[in-house]
């Protein structure tokens, strides 16, 4: 994924986690927990991360096998929260438009 990717799914899932973030509580664990159960039950792997506010990290998982993704962010004392999920996913690897007058 690269950087441009990146970012664009760090603005998303923080945008998410700002609109659900009461509903994150219920959809938390130890990373570790979180992590193997992604792994056993959907076949994702992280493709992604990212540093977001407060010291929290952003990791995107994803299958490419099923499809599936899941956006999680892990607070600074290690629980890790779910923050969306999907499927369809697919890398991608676009270049930035060119610059120039009247974009």
């Known amino acids: 994924m ?5 970012k664009v799914a760090l603005g998303f899932g923080l945008l998410i986690m700002a609109a ?3 509903d994150a509580q219920n959809n938390c664990a130890a990373r570790e927990t979180v992590i193997q159960r992604l792994a056993d ?3 994702e792997t992280r493709q ?8 929290a990290v952003f990791e995107m ?6 499809g599936s993704w899941t956006i999680t962010v892990t607070m600074p004392n290690g629980t ?4 969306a999920s999907g499927q ?7 270049a930035l438009p060119p ?3 009247g974009a």
Do not use: K, M, W
Request: proline content about 3%; charged content about 20%.
């Open 2 to 6: 690269n950087p441009i990717d990146l």
């Open 20 to 22: 659900t973030h009461a």
């Open 80 to 83: 890790t929260c779910l923050v």
């Open 88 to 94: 369809a996913y697919e890398e991608l690897a676009e």
């Open 41 to 43: 039950r959907y076949g």
């Open 99 to 101: 610059q120039g007058d």
């Open 61 to 66: 998982f994803a299958s490419e096998n099923s």
């Open 48 to 55: 992604a991360l990212g540093l977001a506010q407060q010291g």
